[in-house]
Each structure stands twice: as structure tokens, then as C-alpha cells.
């Protein structure tokens, strides 16, 4: 998965990470939260952005479904389909990421190698993955978006944890079990001053 464009340059700006850095007062990093549909990924993103931009962090969450309605409202879920939307994706968290931002990104990204992918586009202890952790019999019974009815009656092909596979992180950074801790529990645990 390469995706890089023929006969151009990279073109460096006049203000360095660094400085944007000092002046946001936090280091800039990238959260993946990756995990089944319906573990509760944006939740916990989207609640942990809240907690960091009520401490004047600079923070913002990228969301799959969001993505999907105009950056990437182009492709499927094939698995060619979902190799590209993390590509673009991933690249797109990097150019936040440079802006001195914290980073969260809601992706199931099924597999390890898109997971690895994202984070080898980040320098070394910058990219955190978070994996929230929830049972696929539970994410049944949540089914906040009605996806798992349809795709066990056949209506969504390739759909993660049904029909398509989920491979589970090795040695992510964070684990977070939502069947058995709260959303408060799940953010005390991540540490973002981690990243500074």
C-alpha cells in the first residue's frame, strides 16, 4: 500500500511542528481507536476530545462514518476499499498531526497491516493504538446503528466480525474493555500527557 504520487516534492513549511508545539503548550500525537462496530469507538473519542479541548488543547476526532460522506464516499468495504480509506486516512491524520494536533481517529481497520500502516506514517511513540475491546455478542445486542441485523440477514456483505474478519492488536497501547468499564473508567486510562 503505497499511494505516493509520481514526479513531486514535499514542500516544507515555515513554521516547524516544534514551534506549533510550543505555542499549543502539548505535543501533537494520534490516537487509533480501532475495534468492532459498535464497541464504542467514537464514545470514548469523542468524549475524550471534549475532556482535551476543555483543558485548551488543540484536538480533533476523525470519524469513519464522517469520512465516509465526502473524502472517502467513494469506495465500499471491499477489502481494496478499506486498504485505501485507511490509506487516506492515515495520511490525512499525518498532515493533522504536523498542524500540532491531537489526533483520534475511529477506524474498525480490520486488519494488523492497515493498523501498521497508520502508525509507521507517524514518528516512533507518537501513534497510540487504542483498542476497544467488546464482544461481538455485545456489540449485537448494542447494535446502535442496526448494521448487525442487516448484515446477519444478509443485507451488508464484507461486514466486520460477521462476515468479514477482525483481527485483534498485538500489543496495542491501550486496551479498553466497554463491556466491563465505563466511559469515565476508559478515559482515566488514557494518559495523553504520555505524549507530550
Known amino acids: 500500500m503505497d499511494g505516493r504520487s509520481k514526479n513531486v516534492v514535499w514542500y516544507p513549511g515555515k513554521v516547524s511542528l516544534e514551534e506549533r508545539e510550543s505555542r499549543n503548550g502539548h505535543g501533537a500525537s494520534c490516537y487509533w481507536f480501532t475495534g468492532l462496530s459498535g464497541a464504542g469507538k467514537s464514545t470514548l473519542a469523542r468524549t475524550f476530545e471534549k475532556k482535551l479541548y476543555d483543558e485548551g488543547k488543540q484536538v480533533f476526532v476523525i470519524d469513519g462514518d464522517n469520512v465516509r460522506h465526502g473524502l472517502n464516499g467513494d469506495l465500499g468495504f471491499s477489502p481494496q476499499d478499506r486498504e485505501e480509506n485507511i490509506r487516506r486516512?492515515?495520511?490525512?491524520?499525518?498532515?493533522?498531526?504536523?498542524?500540532?494536533?491531537?489526533?483520534?481517529?475511529?477506524?474498525?481497520?480490520?486488519?494488523?497491516?492497515?493498523?501498521?500502516?497508520?502508525?509507521?506514517?507517524?514518528?516512533?511513540?507518537?501513534?497510540?493504538?487504542?483498542?476497544?475491546?467488546?464482544?461481538?455478542?455485545?456489540?449485537?445486542?448494542?447494535?446502535?446503528?442496526?448494521?448487525?441485523?442487516?448484515?446477519?440477514?444478509?443485507?451488508?456483505?464484507?461486514?466486520?466480525?460477521?462476515?468479514?474478519?477482525?483481527?485483534?492488536?498485538?500489543?496495542?497501547?491501550?486496551?479498553?474493555?466497554?463491556?466491563?468499564?465505563?466511559?469515565?473508567?476508559?478515559?482515566?486510562?488514557?494518559?495523553?500527557k504520555a505524549m507530550a
Open 89 to 192: 486516512i492515515g495520511h490525512m491524520a499525518r498532515l493533522m498531526f504536523d498542524a500540532g494536533f491531537i489526533v483520534l481517529c475511529c477506524f474498525i481497520s480490520p486488519t494488523r497491516a492497515l493498523r501498521e500502516y497508520a502508525r509507521d506514517l507517524f514518528p516512533p511513540g507518537r501513534f497510540k493504538e487504542v483498542y476497544v475491546r467488546c464482544s461481538l455478542e455485545e456489540c449485537i445486542r448494542r447494535d446502535p446503528k442496526g448494521l448487525y441485523k442487516k448484515a446477519l440477514a444478509g443485507e451488508i456483505p464484507d461486514f466486520t466480525g460477521i462476515s468479514a474478519a477482525y483481527e485483534e492488536p498485538e500489543g496495542p497501547e491501550y486496551v479498553l474493555d466497554t463491556a466491563k468499564l465505563s466511559v469515565e473508567a476508559c478515559l482515566k486510562a488514557l494518559d495523553w
